[in-house]
C-alpha cells in the first residue's frame, strides 16, 4: 500500500491525512495524521469519507461541447481553441467587462493565481470572484476597515490558552468539527462558553450563557453587551488609548441601546444581556467565534464592525487566547482570497486601483492591466439576468444550487451567449453549459491550500485523474499562451515562485519551506518562520479603528402571509450543493433528501406530522421537503440545509445583498408552509 500525505479538501480547518493507494492506482481509504498540528491524529466524518468521491464513476473524463442542443464530448484542442475563441471574442466586440470569471475555494493558491491572472493579463477584465462572496465577503470588508487585515487574528491553538470563548453565528461542531471539539475541550478545562444562536445547536448545550436572539438582530445584541459594559467600567482603558481610535464616536453610537431597548429587539431579556456584558468583559483573555450566522444578512458588513467593536473595547486583541476568529468554511476560501480572485484586488489584498501596485503586475506579466475594479459575483448575475453579460467561465462552483433566488439564477444563466464550466462532475450549473472541462480533483494534483488560520500547506498528487480530465492549473495555463502570456510552467511550485515575488504577506512561501506544519501567512521572505497571531504591537492599518453601527432590521421578516421565518445553512453530513458528498456513499447514507427543522409547537399550530411532505414557499418560489419536528429551531422559525438541489433552499432565499460586500441575505427570509 502507498501513502500520500495531503490536505482536506472539505473546510478550512485545515486537517492532513494521508491517502492509501494501491499498485494499479486506486484510493482505498486514509489516515488521519498524527503529528500534524490541527489534525492531532482525529478527523471529522467528511475527512474520514474524503476518499469516497474520488473515483466514483460519475466523474467527468472528457470535455464536452454542446451541440444541436446537447453535450457531445470533443478533445482538448477543440475545446481550448472554442472558449478562448468565444472569451476573445466577446472581450473584442461587447468589451472585456461584457465577461465574467468564477474562480473556486476548492482549487488551489496557484489555479486562483493564474485564473486571476487569465482575467485580468489575458481578457482584460478585472471582473473576477468566487465563494467568498457568498461567505465571508463581510468579513473583508468590514475587518480590512477596522483592523486593516480581513482574516482571523488568532490560531487555533490559542483555544487551549483562553478563558472564554464567545460562539456567534456559528454551528462549529457541525461545520468545523475539530474546531468545535477544541471549544469542548477547551470548556471542559475550565474556559466559558457563551453561544448566540437561535438555534439549539451542539454547543448550546454545554454554553455558560445561551442567547437565542431574533436572527437579524445581532447589532442590538453586541451593541447592547457594549453599552452595559461601559457603563459598568468594564472597558479596557489602557488598550482603548494606546491601540484604537474614534472611540467617542463609538461611544455616541451606543446610547440608544439600554438593555430595555435590545431587548425588545432581540426577544431576550434585559437580564441576558447584561449577564453576556459582564461575562464577557470579566474574561482575562477572549476569542469571538463567528461565521455565516454573522456574514450573511444585508446587514452583514456592520455585523463584523459591531463584533470587532466588542474585541477592541475589552482588548481582546493581538494576544494568545484572544482575538477575532472568522472561521473561513471552504479548504481553500481563504486562499482564494489572498490570491486575489476578486474584483478589486491582486494577490496579498494589493489593490487594483493603486496605480503603482497595477504597474508592479502589468511590468511582470508584461501586458497593460485594466484599472477599474470588476464585478462582484452576486452583481454579475443580476447584469447577466438584465442582459448585460456575454459570457462566463465558471471554475469549480456551483451557483445555480448555491446563489440566493435561484430563479433570478436560472434566468441569468439562459441570457448569456456563452457559459463555460470547469468541474469534476456535471453539476446542475454545467448542465446549463455550452462547454464543460474535466478537471483533476485534489487527489490527483499537487497544489496548496491555505486554511482558516492562515496556514498555507501542501495538496499531493496521489493517483492519477480519470480519462483525460487535467489539473485546473493545467488547463488555465493552456489559456495563458492561447492569450501570449508565460504558460509553459513545470508544477504548481514554479507558480508559488511567481506569487511569492509578487506578494508581500506570501514572500517566504515556498515549496521547500512547506514539508512540515506549512507556514501561517504573513510570512514575507525566507528566514521568516511566520505568524501565528496577527496585531500583536500594532494593527496591521496602525490604529484599530472603532467602526460604530446602528440596528437594521433584515429586508424580509415575516409578515401575515408569509408568517414563518426561514433560516438555511448546513448539516454535518453534507458539503453544500452535495456534488462530492452525495457521491460519497456512508454520507449520502446518513442524510438522503431534504428537511425542514420545524418547532413542535408551530408544526401544531399548521397541523403537520413528522416526516410529512410539505410544500414551503416564499415570494420567489416552491419547495417540496419533508417535515423533521424538532425543538433545535424556535418557534417562528424554520430551517433548511441548501445541499439538496431537487428541494433547493435557494430557489426562497432572497437575493436582498449587503450594499457594501454584495452578500446575500441567506440568514433570513419570510416564508410559509402547507401539505402538500
Ligand atoms: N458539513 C459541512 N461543513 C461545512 C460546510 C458544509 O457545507 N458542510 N461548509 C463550509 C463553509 S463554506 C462555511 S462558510 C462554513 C459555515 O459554517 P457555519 O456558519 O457554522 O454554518 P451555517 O449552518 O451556515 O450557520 C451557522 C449558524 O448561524 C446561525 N444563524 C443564522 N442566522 C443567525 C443570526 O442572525 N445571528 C446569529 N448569531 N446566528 C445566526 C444558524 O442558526 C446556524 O446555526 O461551514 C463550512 N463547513
Ligand atoms: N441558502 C444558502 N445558500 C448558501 C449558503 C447558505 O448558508 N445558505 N452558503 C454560501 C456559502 S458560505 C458558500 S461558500 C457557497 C458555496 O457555493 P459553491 O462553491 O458553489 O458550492 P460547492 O458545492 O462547494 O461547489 C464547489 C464545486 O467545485 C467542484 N470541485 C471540487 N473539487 C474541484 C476541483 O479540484 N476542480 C474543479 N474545477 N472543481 C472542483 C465541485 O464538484 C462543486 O461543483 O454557498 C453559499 N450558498
Ligand atoms: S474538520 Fe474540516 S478539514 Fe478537518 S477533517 Fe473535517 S472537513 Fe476535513
Ligand atoms: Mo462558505
Not at 460519475?58 to 478562448?84: C, E, F, M, S, Y
Not at 432581540?266 to 461565521?291: C, H, K, N, P, W
Not at 506570501?506 to 507556514?519: A, H, Q, T
Not at 442524510?591 to 408551530?602: G, K, L, M, S, Y
Request: glycine share 8%; aromatic share 6%.
Amino acid at each position: 500500500m502507498n501513502t500520500t500525505l495531503t490536505t482536506c479538501p472539505y473546510c478550512g480547518t485545515g486537517c492532513n491525512f494521508y491517502l492509501l493507494h494501491d499498485d494499479i492506482g486506486q484510493l482505498t481509504g486514509l489516515e488521519p495524521a498524527a503529528n500534524h498540528p490541527v489534525t492531532r491524529g482525529q478527523l471529522c466524518v467528511k475527512g474520514w469519507n474524503a476518499h469516497a468521491f474520488v473515483g466514483h464513476p460519475d466523474r467527468l473524463q472528457t470535455p464536452l461541447i454542446r451541440k444541436n442542443g446537447q453535450l457531445q464530448p470533443t478533445d482538448w484542442q477543440t475545446a481550448l481553441d472554442l472558449l478562448h475563441d468565444k472569451l476573445r471574442t466577446i472581450a473584442t466586440r461587447q468589451g472585456p467587462d461584457s465577461l465574467m470569471f468564477l474562480s473556486s475555494a476548492k482549487v488551489s493558491n496557484e489555479e486562483n493565481y493564474l485564473l486571476m491572472k487569465l482575467a485580468r493579463a489575458g481578457y482584460g477584465t478585472n471582473n473576477i470572484d468566487h465563494c467568498a462572496r457568498l461567505c465571508h465577503s463581510s468579513t473583508v470588508t468590514g475587518l480590512v476597515e477596522t483592523l486593516g487585515s480581513g482574516a482571523m487574528t488568532n490560531s487555533l491553538s490559542c483555544f487551549a490558552e483562553t478563558d472564554l470563548i464567545f460562539v456567534i453565528g456559528s454551528n462549529t461542531t457541525e461545520q468545523h468539527p475539530l474546531i468545535g471539539s477544541r471549544i469542548l475541550q477547551a470548556v471542559q478545562q475550565g474556559a466559558q462558553l457563551i453561544v448566540a444562536d437561535s438555534r439549539r445547536i451542539r454547543l448550546s448545550q454545554h454554553a455558560d450563557l445561551h442567547l437565542r436572539h431574533q436572527n437579524g438582530s445581532d447589532i442590538a445584541l453586541l451593541n447592547g453587551m457594549m453599552r452595559h459594559i461601559s457603563q459598568e467600567g468594564l472597558e479596557d482603558r489602557t488598550f482603548i488609548t494606546q491601540r484604537t481610535e474614534n472611540f467617542s464616536a463609538l461611544q455616541q453610537a451606543l446610547e440608544p441601546f439600554t438593555p430595555e431597548y435590545v431587548a425588545t429587539i432581540t426577544g431576550l431579556s434585559s437580564q441576558q444581556i447584561m449577564d453576556a456584558a459582564r461575562l464577557f468583559a470579566e474574561a482575562d483573555r477572549a476569542m469571538i467565534v463567528y461565521a455565516m450566522g454573522i456574514t450573511q444578512h444585508s446587514h452583514g458588513v456592520d455585523n463584523v464592525r459591531a463584533v470587532s467593536n466588542l474585541a477592541l473595547l475589552t482588548g481582546n486583541l493581538g494576544r494568545p487566547g484572544t482575538g477575532i476568529n472568522p472561521l473561513r468554511g471552504q479548504n481553500n476560501v481563504q486562499g482564494a482570497c489572498d490570491m486575489g480572485a476578486l474584483p478589486d484586488v491582486y494577490t496579498g489584498y494589493q489593490r487594483v486601483a493603486d496605480p503603482q501596485i497595477r504597474e508592479k503586475f502589468s511590468a511582470a506579466w508584461g501586458v497593460p492591466l485594466p484599472e477599474t475594479p470588476g464585478q462582484m459575483s452576486t452583481h454579475a448575475i443580476e447584469a447577466a439576468a438584465a442582459g448585460k453579460l456575454c459570457g462566463m467561465l465558471v471554475l469549480g462552483e456551483n451557483p445555480v444550487v448555491s446563489d440566493a433566488n435561484q430563479t433570478l439564477v436560472y434566468q441569468a444563466f439562459e441570457k448569456l451567449d456563452f457559459l463555460a464550466v470547469i468541474d469534476i462532475f456535471m453539476t446542475e450549473t454545467a448542465q446549463l453549459a455550452d462547454l464543460v472541462l474535466p478537471a483533476a480533483c485534489y487527489a490527483e494534483r499537487d497544489g496548496t491550500f491555505t486554511s482558516t488560520e492562515r496556514r498555507v500547506q501542501r495538496g499531493r498528487k496521489a493517483v492519477e485523474p480519470p480519462g483525460q480530465a487535467r489539473a485546473d492549473w493545467q488547463i488555465i495555463a493552456e489559456l495563458l499562451r492561447r492569450c501570449g502570456l508565460k504558460g509553459d510552467y513545470t508544477d504548481p511550485a514554479e507558480i508559488m515562485n511567481e506569487i511569492a515575488s509578487l506578494t508581500p504577506s506570501y514572500g517566504g512561501i515556498e515549496y521547500s519551506r512547506l514539508e512540515g506544519e506549512g507556514l501561517q501567512w504573513p510570512c514575507s521572505d525566507n528566514t521568516d518562520p511566520g505568524t501565528p497571531i496577527l496585531h500583536t504591537r500594532t494593527c496591521t492599518r496602525g490604529k484599530g479603528h472603532f467602526s460604530p453601527v446602528t440596528y437594521r432590521p433584515p429586508q424580509e421578516m415575516p409578515d401575515l402571509e408569509f408568517p414563518l421565518l426561514l433560516n438555511t445553512g448546513r448539516t454535518a453530513f453534507h458539503w453544500h450543493t452535495g456534488s462530492m458528498t452525495r457521491r460519497s456513499h456512508l454520507l449520502d447514507r446518513e442524510e438522503r433528501q431534504a428537511f425542514v427543522e420545524i418547532n413542535p409547537t408551530d408544526a401544531e399550530k399548521y397541523q403537520l406530522a413528522e416526516r410529512q411532505q410539505l410544500k414551503v414557499t416564499s415570494r420567489r418560489g416552491s419547495v417540496s421537503v419533508r417535515a423533521r419536528l424538532t425543538e433545535r429551531v424556535p418557534p417562528g422559525q424554520v430551517f433548511i440545509p441548501f445541499h439538496f438541489a431537487e428541494s433547493a433552499a435557494n430557489v426562497l432565499t432572497n437575493n436582498a445583498l449587503d450594499p457594501e460586500s454584495g452578500i446575500p441575505e441567506f440568514k433570513v427570509c419570510a416564508v410559509r408552509i402547507e401539505a402538500c
